[in-house]
Structures are given as C-alpha cells and as structure tokens.
C-alpha cells in the first residue's frame, strides 16, 4: 500500500459583485496539493490573532499555502530565487510570532 505525500484540495471560487457593477459571473474551480493540513494551517493562524477579522486569517491561511507550495515546488525558477531567503524568513518570524 502507497501513502501519499500531498494533501488534495479543491477550490471553488466565483464573482458575487464587481467594483464597476458589471454583471458578477465568472467562476473557477480546480485542485491542489499541497503538504501542509490547510485546514490546520488555517486553525494556527486563526490562533495567533494575527487579524481582527477571521475571514483574513481564513484568506490569508490559503493564500500562504498555495503560494508557498508554487514557490517551493518551483524554487528553481530564476524569479524565485531572489524570493526564498526573504521566503524563509517571512515563515520563521511568522511560526515565532505571538500575540500579546
């Protein structure tokens, strides 16, 4: 029997209302992996109070995890680079911070 080494999402996102009152229709929907627990990701930075709001903490949980996951999986890409040790160090203060 094989593990598997990613976590499978799927997002579903669509229009509810545009800024220039043009008719919200457009959707997408699509997988990822990922090899964090995002939801558990989500819980931490829910934790860590890190905004007033919830939903940003839920937007900014995702958001993070997707773009770490490109960003690792494609770190040999020249225009990613010069990101990682920025990266890196963004993620240390970010797993060290708390609040109070």
Known sequence: MS???NNL???QLAELALKDGSPANKTVEFEFENHDDVFHIIELVKTKKLFKDEDKAVEFGIGLKMFSEV???N???DF???LMPAFGAFM???K???QG
């Open 75 to 77: 770190q040999d890409k």
């Open 71 to 73: 960003l690792i999986t």
């Open 3 to 5: 593990t598997k080494k």
């Open 9 to 11: 999402y799927k997002i």
């Open 80 to 82: 990613f680079k010069a």
């Open 96 to 98: 060290a911070y708390n």
């Open 92 to 94: 240390k203060g970010l």
